[in-house]
């Protein structure tokens, strides 16, 4: 499983590092950034799915 | 702050064609008229403020906010008049800015607004609310608002500013004058707008002369396409992040303490797992989300059937896309362990809400430290409590009985 952002649909609400700073990461401009390619770690898939869910801009997917 | 002008407004008989955000039955509990617009009609009108649509459900209201086609942000703050056109750069920008201006104002903000930067001020904010819950030893009721929620916000963002802590009264009547009071009359808002322009005019050029590490330093050295932001553009934005940093937090920070004291069940969870607490603020956020932004119709534009006409105000009723059923599961219900929780509670589009970050640390640290310090806690008289009229909408009196303490 791998996470996308959207860059275009990103307007730095932050909610998906809040949740998960191991899986997205932020720059200097508080925009979302996906760590280590977007590649989840075994066992991560949840919180994945919850990243998805909870962005208010629906700019974060998941792809297997 | 207590309002001593008479309402004059007449009250409002039926909410699909006369709307009033100022209406005392809107201000007390806005969440029935919401849920029946819904239903019977999507975009309603009123005459009053010369023209002013409302929006209420979830996907039109996310539409307008992605629309800067047909709709500026000039003006944000609904009121007896429309101003003139002053958009791109606007009063305060960047939110009374519009595409493409928009986005150069916003970016110098963004990285003092970062997650990382705003984390740094953590310790601060949890030492000032100790500090507010110390001062409130020997008393077994206390008021949430004024004496604990209306004191955190104004502190934090004077430190960032570079404005006096102390002056956080002059900071409260500011904020009464601007987004309170929209009914008042031109000529009066005008001049209130003008005491805070006075204000900050002292400030910007004692800064001038004595740079220091803030933001409005920051903000005086700036450029835009290699060249320092006008004086008005500094004063402006300074003024946005006063106005808006403080009213709307303040409000977050007593609605979260008001259901708290008001559900048994919710107190209890929280009180017995604390590490539920982020998620309780993502819910506190979106069921009792205080801030209604607006824009004004650029164009004419037709949403749900019906027609916005140019020149008219629209209210972007983010708390009220927070409770549309087609959007949330028990979107009239407060669920504390609500994981999937997409809200809008900090809008939507260009404009997202700048001090999000900060909104959401002092809102995590002000119920923390109340939790620990006041394990149990109840509302004194829940008759007592009243609201902010207008586009903020959080208590101003909330007086909570202590139960226990820590």
């Known amino acids: 499983m791998r996470i996308v952002i959207d860059a275009e649909k990103c307007q730095g609400h932050n909610r998906c590092y809040a949740l998960a700073p191991e899986l997205v990461d932020v720059d200097d401009l508080g925009m979302a950034q996906v760590v280590n390619g977007g590649i989840v770690p075994a066992g991560s898939e949840d919180k994945a799915n919850l990243l998805v869910a909870n962005c208010p801009e629906y700019a974060i997917s998941v792809v297997e | 702050m207590t309002d001593t002008r008479v309402r004059t407004a007449p009250p409002v008989i039926d909410w699909a064609t006369d709307f009033d955000h100022t209406d005392p039955v809107w201000v007390d509990n806005p969440f029935p008229i919401w ?5 019977r009609c999507p975009v309603a009108h009123s005459d009053r403020f010369n023209g002013v649509f409302l929006p209420t459900r979830a996907e039109d209201i996310h539409a307008i906010a992605y629309d800067t086609d047909h709709f500026t942000s000039r003006a944000v703050v ?17 939110i009374t800015s519009d595409p493409p201006f928009h986005q150069h104002a916003r970016k110098i903000l963004l990285p003092a607004f970062g997650p990382k ?39 934090v ?31 009066e808002r005008q001049a209130a707008f003008g005491q ?25 050295n700036a450029e835009i396409f290699g060249n320092k932001l006008s004086f008005e553009h500094v004063r402006g934005t300074i003024a946005l992040l006063m106005i808006a940093g403080i009213d709307t937090t303040w409000s977050a920070i007593g609605a979260s303490l008001f259901h708290l004291a008001s559900t048994d069940s919710d107190r209890a969870r929280l009180r017995n797992e604390p ?75 260009i ?56």
């Open chain 2, 275 to 349: 590490q539920l607490l982020p998620t309780a603020v993502e819910e506190f956020l979106r069921a009792y989300a205080p801030v209604t932004m607006a824009r004004v119709v650029k164009e004419d534009v037709e949403i749900s059937g019906t027609v916005l006409k140019e020149g008219e105000w629209c209210l972007l009723p983010f708390p009220a896309a927070n409770r549309d059923p087609e959007a949330f599961v028990d979107a009239d219900q407060f669920v504390i362990d609500r994981a999937e929780n997409r809200h809008a509670a900090f809008g939507l589009g």
């Open chain 2, 78 to 94: 609904v009121s007896t008049n429309v101003p003139e056109a002053v958009a791109p750069i606007g009063g305060a920008p960047p």
């Open chain 2, 196 to 220: 805070l322009d006075s204000y900050l005019d002292g400030h910007l050029n004692d800064h001038l002369e004595n740079p220091r590490d803030d933001l409005i330093t920051f903000l005086q």
């Open chain 2, 35 to 39: 849920d029946d617009l819904r239903k």
């Open chain 2, 117 to 155: 930067v705003i984390e740094a001020l953590r310790p601060r904010v949890v030492e000032l609310c100790h500090k507010l819950i110390d001062d409130m030893e020997g008393r077994d009721v206390v008021d949430g608002a004024a004496d604990y929620a209306q004191s955190i916000p104004p502190a």
């Open chain 2, 351 to 406: 404009h997202r809400c700048l001090g999000s970050n900060l909104a959401r640390l002092e809102l995590s640290v002000a119920v923390q430290v109340w939790m620990e310090r006041f394990p149990d806690f109840i509302l004194e008289d829940p008759s007592a409590v009243t609201w902010a009229p207008g586009q903020v909408r959080g208590p101003r009196i909330l007086p909570i009985r202590v139960l226990e303490r820590a």
């Open chain 2, 157 to 187: 963002i004077a430190h960032m500013l570079g404005l006096p802590m102390e002056d956080g009264d002059i900071f409260r009547t500011f904020i009464h004058n601007t987004l309170g009071n929209v009914d008042a009359p031109p000529e």
